[in-house]
């Protein structure tokens, strides 16, 4: 159930950055914040492979908008090392610290304005 609400609430985040994307060539950001809540959702459901899949993916695209939109290059940094320690805490199978630190990807990723 908590990935249902979690999945809902990435999906209206995804949408809302989908417009700002339009305006602000974000893409890459949306791209990241959508898989970030997918391996948010799935790490707090204890689900680590997937949390694994879908972090790597968000790192990928959050690299890609680091490199596009240099004046948020501090939160996007910031975002990419907690992504990191995601992917390496959901390959150990710890999926409650991968959540952590997708959480706190997200919220960078969210300082980052774009």
Do not use: Y
């Amino acid at each position: 159930m908590k990935q249902l609400s979690t999945i809902f609430a990435v999906g209206v985040l995804a949408i809302f950055l989908s417009n700002q994307a339009l305006a602000s060539d974000a893409g890459h950001t949306s791209e990241a914040m959508e898989h970030a809540g997918q391996a948010l959702a799935h790490g707090e459901d204890g689900h680590a492979k997937v949390l694994v899949e879908h972090a790597e993916k968000a790192l990928q695209h959050a690299k890609e908008a680091e490199e596009a939109h240099a004046a948020a290059h501090k939160h996007m940094t910031e975002a990419i090392k907690h992504m990191e320690e995601s992917i390496k805490h959901g390959k150990m199978g710890h999926a409650d610290e991968g959540a952590k630190h997708m959480k706190e990807a997200i919220m960078h990723m969210r300082k980052s304005g774009h």
